[in-house]
Each structure stands twice: as structure tokens, then as C-alpha cells.
């Protein structure tokens, strides 16, 4: 069982940057692949970024590729989601997730999820 609490959200300027973070309890999250999916209103959860436990490479949307940044303290236990050059559609709730195995671009295929944390991009 793993229990994930995000935090770092809020209200930011067109262009600003923010770091979400993910703090993992119950395992250790370097035992999982580990990733961010985001939602906005009326519209479905969508991926953001993700990691797999043994593959260090990582995965991005293409809406957020090159400006946004997934990293892990292991150490921690805590997972990042560093946000740059921020744009008004990156406006959604931002939820940290986590699985077993490998990375996946689809929602349904993780198991744990956070409550979420709001990010809010002003124009």
C-alpha cells in the first residue's frame, strides 16, 4: 500500500514556474514507477510525465515536453514535478500516481493516485 500527498500548487503568471511535490508513505517509492496525470475542468485526466523503477528514462506528454521536468529523491521518498514556462491550458488539478512495474500513458493502469494538488496559470 502506498499513500501519496501532493503539494506546491497554486496561482502562477503566463511564463512563471512552479515545483509540485509528491510525498510517498507506506513503501518505499523507489520500488514503483511513479508519475504526474492532470485534469481540468470537463475535460479526462490526462498524462503529464512518469518514470519506471528500473528504467531510468523518462516519459512526457508532448503538450509539456521540454518545459516540464519529473525527478525523485528516493531518499525522500518524494517525487517531483518541476513546472516551467507556464501557459494558461496547463490550468488543471495535478494528481502524483504510482504502480507496480513499468510506466503507462493510460489513467486506469495505476493503482495508487493522490488527492491532487490545483495549478492555476493566469494569462
Known amino acids: 500500500q502506498v499513500h501519496l500527498v501532493e503539494s506546491g500548487g497554486g496561482l502562477v503568471q503566463a511564463g512563471g514556474s512552479l515545483r509540485l511535490s509528491c510525498a510517498g508513505s507506506?513503501?518505499?517509492?523507489?520500488?514503483?514507477?511513479m508519475g504526474w496525470f492532470r485534469q481540468a475542468p470537463g475535460k479526462e485526466r490526462e498524462f503529464v510525465a512518469s518514470?519506471?523503477?528500473?528504467?531510468?528514462?523518462?516519459d512526457y506528454a508532448d503538450s509539456v515536453k521540454g518545459r516540464f521536468t519529473i525527478s525523485r529523491d528516493n531518499a525522500k521518498n518524494t517525487v517531483y514535478l518541476q513546472m516551467n514556462s507556464l501557459k494558461p491550458e496547463d490550468t488543471a488539478v495535478y494528481s502524483c500516481?504510482?504502480?507496480?512495474?513499468?510506466?503507462?500513458?493510460?489513467?486506469?493502469?495505476?493503482?495508487?493516485w493522490g488527492p491532487g494538488t490545483q495549478v492555476t496559470v493566469s494569462s
Open positions: 507506506g513503501r518505499r517509492i523507489g520500488e514503483y514507477a
Open positions: 500516481v504510482a504502480k507496480w512495474g513499468y510506466s503507462d500513458y493510460r489513467a486506469l493502469a495505476w493503482t495508487y
Open positions: 518514470f519506471s523503477w528500473t528504467d531510468p528514462n523518462t
